[in-house]
């Protein structure tokens, strides 16, 4: 983000966040305390709950992400129950308008302090106000699901399925995986204002799920550890922030590849093998690729396509396939008497595919063999020139939100004219194991950090709808780990 729009962000926040400690000294004062206890952090929590008569013990469940979230917004509710705010329509004005409704309680002369809230006589003399309706204790239910399973969801773990075969077959169409949030720390939303469980779009009306309105500064928990070359990660397609979306990071289309290259690594990629500062790359064993197969004529049955897990097949003639599979069952297939020849359909080194990222006639690039090519990390500063611009103008332009400029007097970036950039932050290479049926970063160049979704940990259900038998579940995937 900008320094503009932190600041922007700065100018709209801080009269809100004076007019709420305005709110909780004016109420503090109603209660007998001083005012200047509501300016201390964590300290005016605590005297929130000795006036609510609520145990100081949960200021200890401050330090539990998500949970301190819900112990916060449960003390301020206790708190303002303490002066007489009974109704459901009250305590979500103070969670979602504390700027308005705190200032306006504390001044008004109606509002007084009626005694700890959670004390057994409070609840005696005011049991007529704190007494439940059937509709309002189910309402409370469904609205503390909804923001308990939205906090697990955003900081902890979620569900995610593969709806394409871009990583076979290391994971399959219809697995069902468990993405931690906490391995690389979890990420704040950035769109704060979003309907619940919709990621972009609104099922049925099509329409978006989410206010673009408040956008807030990338940031992320800490985690147990950086990504690492060989993870597979859940991440925002970038491509989305263009026409025809527009999106937001965080609601952007979820990805799901491996990443083969960290920040900092010089990576190639020659003859479909990825090398990483000049050493090869482990390839992953399940992955799959495109091999040209010549037969004798006779075709493959539905159940050797099915047990070979073969996709993709192209005949051309009525002798020669294409078809995309993994190396296991290239091997299994040479040892068919129907195939008299099989090797890898691998493109030509110096060929350029205009579709291959920078998509830029001087980098002779291709889907098997690009590079090399330095991946920016935080800190790390380019010469910027005709070489180095078409890798990294997007990255300076649009994930890091400058003005870039190329004209007849040179490189300008927020009106400054300059021949060097400096990356504000880290970026990964990320490719699908199905190497030519996935469009990945040999597309489309980098992934930022704040693109990072999560880590996929395991598989929990696999559903195999191609599959000829009445049972579509693949029991042997259930419960695997993701390696």
Known sequence: MKTGAYIGAYIIAAPLLILIITGFWKLFEKAGRSGWEALIPVYSAYIMLKLSGKPWWLLLLFIVPGVNIIIALGIVIDFVKSFGKFKMSQHAAVVLLPF??????????NTRYLGPSASYEFREQYSKHLKKTPTREWTEAVVFAVIAATL???????????????????LLVGDFLFVSKVNYGARLPITPVAF???????????????????????????????????DVVVF??????????????????????????????????????????????????????????????????????????????????SQDYMINMS?????????????????????????????IFPHNPNFQWNVDNLGPI???????????????LPLYSRAIAVYENNKLQIGRDGITINGKKTDTYTFKMNYYWMMGDNRHNSEDSRFWGFV????????????????????????????????????
């Open 100 to 109: 308005i409704y705190l200032p306006k309680w504390s001044f008004d002369k």
């Open 152 to 170: 697990i969801r955003t900081l902890f773990i979620e569900a995610y399925t593969i709806p394409t075969p871009s990583m076979e077959s290391s």
């Open 196 to 230: 619940p469980f919709a990621h972009h779009t609104m099922p049925l009306t099509g329409t978006k799920a989410y206010w673009d309105g408040i956008k807030l500064p990338y940031f992320r928990l800490p985690g147990f550890s950086e990504i690492k070359k060989g």
């Open 236 to 317: 925002n397609y970038p491509m989305d922030a263009d026409s025809p979306f527009y999106r937001p990071v965080d609601k952007q289309e979820n990805y799901i590849k491996r990443c083969q290259g960290t920040p900092g690594d010089t990576l190639s990629l020659l003859n479909a093998r990825v090398y990483i500062n000049g050493r090869p790359a482990v390839t992953p064993p399940n992955g799959e690729m495109e091999y040209v197969v010549n037969t004798n004529g006779r075709g493959f049955s539905s159940q050797e396509i099915y047990d070979l897990h073969l996709s993709d097949i192209q005949q051309f003639g």
């Open 327 to 355: 190396a296991q069952s290239a091997n299994t297939l040479k040892t068919d008497a129907n195939v008299k020849g099989l090797r890898p359909n691998i493109r030509l080194r110096g060929i350029y595919d205009p579709e």
């Open 374 to 388: 330095i991946i920016p990390k935080k800190g790390w500063t380019v010469k910027l020139d005709s070489l180095t």
């Open 448 to 483: 930022p950090e704040d693109h990072i979704v999560g880590k996929a940990i395991f598989i929990w259900m696999s559903w195999d709808a191609l599959s000829p038998s009445a049972n579509k579940i693949r029991w042997r995937r259930l419960f695997n780990e993701i390696k």
